[in-house]
């Protein structure tokens, strides 16, 4: 029933730029947060940056702190990811996650989410 979709990955140079985009669908009731979540080959999924909806606050994984900006659209049910300057490290399955209910405390933990995207693959290369 909730469904999230993400899209926008690809095969990107060094240095690059990329859009990730994920609609989501299906439900009744208000996000309280959204995030964007990675997975490199080896590595355990990680929070790459998450916005609260409640009072606006965002956090972004040190690696990606200046290069990469979180955004939602409320009125189009989308949450994006802007990624700039991209570098080989960044390649991974990026994953769309929402849920309704969240404490500030556990933004960033990955069972707070209770609805997650298919993931969409960005390669970045060297």
């Known amino acids: 029933e909730v469904q999230l979709q993400a899209s926008g990955g690809g095969l990107v140079e060094t240095g690059g730029s990329l859009r990730l985009s994920c609609a989501f669908s299906g439900f009744s009731f208000d996000f309280y947060a959204l995030a964007w979540f990675r997975q490199a080959p080896g590595k355990e999924r990680e929070p790459v940056s998450c916005i609260s909806r409640s009072d606006g606050s965002i956090y972004y994984a040190d690696s990606v702190k200046g290069r990469f900006t979180i955004s939602s659209d409320n009125a189009k049910n989308m949450v994006y990811l802007q990624m700039a300057d991209l570098k080989p490290g960044d390649t991974a399955v990026y994953y769309c996650?929402?849920?309704?209910?969240?404490?500030?405390?556990?933004?960033?933990?990955?069972?707070?989410?209770?609805?997650w995207g298919q993931g969409t693959l960005v390669t970045v290369s060297s």
């Open positions: 996650a929402a849920t309704p209910r969240v404490a500030l405390s556990a933004l960033t933990i990955l069972s707070s989410y209770d609805y």
